[in-house]
């Protein structure tokens, strides 16, 4: 009952948490994606659009009401408050005990991905996090590959298996969370450079993660402003800048008391390697081989990729001419 003698509404078992900027093009397949969910509990939409100027917004309003249901509900703020800030508000606007997330240029493929999620985390309730595998969506004709595959058995993980992979651990419109996860979140995170690893680390101080094997997702891999397509397109200042703040993340969590005695090395060599990348890329020879010799270092087991690198540290042009080669062979993958 509020200050009005009103009933208020009661709070959504599941929220899911739909985070958007310039996904006009996109949007409405993560939609319906989320609309198809057969469930036997209510679930709540919450579209968070930071202030895009391709009309995301207009299209989600759009789909509402054609919806026709109260089920959806669009956030808008003023302006422009970057990725971490329009994601750690949109988690806040969420209301359920449970909490989906879904990028605005990914989407669902299972019509039970909600059902199946919320009966393995009520059947565990020490599980603050539930991840699954997903689909790689390229193009209409390439959505074959599967990702984050970790086997056919439902497994619990914890943060330093989260860890001990070099790059990114589960897709994030795998994610469902306990609403306890987003309350734990210091204020800081709205300035780290990946919201989504800072969430599987912060759910597992608080308990334990869950795997499913079941493929229920798409990752569209190269989107517009996507996370895939703006490390690798972008040149050697942006991956510099990018995996210098990765490396100062990790760095930050690891003398952290909640942390205390997981090994970060893995994640902290895969980030180094990424500033020798950066640094090959804009001819910085001598600080390329620095940078590769300082993640062979910290953990030789990032990558194939580091060992040849690792390897071709005194032949810098010749290194830089197999990793301009690598990424025109990424182009030629986007656009083929």
């Not at 679930?43 to 249901?69: C, K, L, N, P």
């Not at 299972?110 to 790689?136: E, F, G, W, Y």
């Not at 608080?206 to 798409?218: K, R, S």
Request: hydrophobic share 40%.
């Amino acid at each position: 009952m509020n200050m009005y003698g009103m009933l208020e509404r009661k709070p959504p078992l599941v929220s899911v948490c739909v985070v958007a900027f310039r996904h006009a093009s996109y949007i409405r397949q993560c939609l319906d994606g989320i609309a198809m969910q057969i469930c036997n509990f209510d679930f709540e939409v919450v579209v968070r659009d930071d202030a895009s100027d391709d009309g995301t917004a207009a299209v989600v309003e759009d789909y509402i009401s054609r919806e026709g249901s109260g089920r959806f509900r669009l956030v808008k703020p003023e302006c422009n408050e970057g990725m971490g800030r329009n994601f750690v508000a949109a988690l806040r606007e969420c209301r359920g005990e449970y909490i989906a997330i879904c990028e605005g240029d990914d989407f669902w493929t299972d019509t039970s991905k909600l059902q199946v999620q919320v009966d393995a985390m009520c059947a565990n309730h020490l599980a603050m996090i539930c991840v699954h595998p997903c689909r790689l969506y390229r193009s209409e004709n390439d959505f074959s590959s599967i990702d984050s595959w970790m086997g056919s058995e439902v497994w619990e993980f914890t943060a330093q298996d989260v860890l001990n992979v070099p790059g990114k651990f589960a897709p994030t419109p795998s994610y469902m969370i306990k609403k306890e996860v987003v309350d734990a979140l210091p204020a800081w995170v709205v300035n780290a450079p990946v919201l989504d690893f800072v969430l599987e680390m912060y759910a597992l101080t608080l308990g334990h993660g869950l795997y499913l094997p079941n493929v229920m997702c798409a990752y569209r891999v190269f989107s517009s402003g996507s996370w895939s397509d703006s490390l690798r397109k972008q040149g050697g200042r942006h991956m510099i800048d990018m995996n210098t703040k990765l490396l100062d993340l990790h760095r930050k969590l690891s003398v952290q008391s909640q942390f205390k005695g997981l090994r970060f090395g893995r994640k902290m060599a895969a980030a180094e390697l990424g500033v020798a990348l950066g640094n090959l890329l804009e001819c910085e020879y001598t600080d390329f081989s620095v940078w590769v010799e300082s993640s062979w270092k910290t953990d030789c087991r990032v990558s194939i990729g580091q060992r040849i690198f690792y390897r071709l540290r005194r032949f810098p042009r010749l290194a830089r001419m197999l990793l301009l080669v690598k990424r025109a062979i990424y182009m030629l993958m986007k656009y083929k």
